[in-house]
């Protein structure tokens, strides 16, 4: 099978979106599949990978994706390229190309629903009601036209369902690569960080921005100061680190917060490792690649169970999923800086949690929802009639709630 992927955001800009595309493209690939990746051209950026097809592009910002230039010539790419399925991954300037080069051959559309879009408006400083209210018919409205949406819990299944979503849906799993711990890189992290044996440390891996609520992270350690031993080790960076950096400071936390800034990918393993303890108080993550890694490294996770976070960890077997509140968060934490015993108990169940997200097998199942999706199209001459779209795939989540 050849799949074309669309994107608006892809490398030198790393997300979850863009590790979740690279993981996915592998997984086909070592099934045998050839993987094409369409997307803007980046200033200063020149991709060493003949799969990579770069469009003619305007830049906002260094720090947000680009967007596809009207002016763009998409002759080559709407020639068709042998395509068997196409496979949109944002509902922007890109999925417009994605859908003209699908319904000019007759291909199968795919759109995975990534980012919930719904809840970023609200953090825009101008217009948020409006900019909500637009990313969310931006959603929609691609949703309506593709053939098959696919989401990776069935927490943002239900959510696309009451939104109106009428198109098909398949629950697929993103996959996460196991990360390799480099001899040593516990201790030389710690040592690196000025982390003492007998200082716990709680780890938050990911962006400092707005929509991640960092502050509610920091206003639930400020109320363990008193209590506990403990560090806060924040790896990541964004335009909310001196905000964060004042906020830590008024809390009376600043000498407990150690800012990582980026890490290489390939060294973030080791920050695992050195960590005791995940913390995730994001309220907008339709998965949440970061808590999978944290599981694998055998890290007991407290997450806000908003949205995908709240399906990924297993609430009181792999660590705990809190409301959207400071004193619970901080309850939870609590419990598992003091009881080692249930500590060692979610470390163990955290581990195998992170078994079931394995590459291969949520390769498999976007497989299934890509083959269910032609044979389907196929019998409607291209296209789903109104009669079937609520039918759901048989694709499941090979990650989902327990019974």
Known sequence: MK???????YEPFINGVVTAINTLRDSLEQRGH???????????????????????????????????SPLARDTDVLAGGGFDVVHSHHPFSMSRLATRLARKHGLPLVYTFHTMLNEYGKYVPLLPNMTSRWLTSAFLRHC???????ASTSVVRDFLRQQGVGTRIATVPLGVPAMPISPGGRDRVRR??????????????????????????????????????????????????GPLRRLAQRLGIRGRVIFCGSVPHEQIADYYAAADLFVFPSPTDTM??????????????????KYGPGEVVIDGETGFVVPFD???????????????????????????????????????AMLAAY?????LCRGNRGRLQP??????LSATCLAGPRE
């Open 3 to 9: 799949v074309a992927f669309f994107t608006e955001g």
């Open 34 to 68: 050839e993987v094409v990746i369409f997307a803007p051209r980046r200033r200063r950026h020149e991709d060493n990978d003949h799969r990579v097809m770069r469009l003619p592009s305007i830049s906002w910002s260094t720090r947000g994706y680009p967007f596809l």
């Open 144 to 150: 309506a036209e593709v053939d098959c949406v696919t």
């Open 192 to 241: 690196m960080l000025g982390l003492t044996s007998e200082r716990q440390t709680l780890l938050y891996v990911g962006r400092l921005t707005k929509e991640k609520r960092l502050d509610l992270l920091l206003r639930a350690v400020a109320r363990l100061r008193n209590r506990y031993e403990f560090g806060l080790c924040l790896v990541g960076s964004g335009p909310m680190e």
């Open 288 to 305: 949440g690649l970061v808590l999978v890694e944290a599981m694998g490294a055998g890290l007991p996770c407290v997450a806000v169970g």
């Open 326 to 364: 400071e004193r619970r968060f901080a309850e939870a934490t609590a419990k598992l800086l003091t009881d080692r015993h249930l500590h060692q108990r979610m470390a163990s169940a955290a581990r195998r949690r992170a078994s079931d997200f394995d590459p291969l097998l949520a390769g498999d």
């Open 371 to 375: 083959q269910e999706t032609v044979e």
């Open 387 to 392: 009669s079937t779209q609520r039918r759901e």
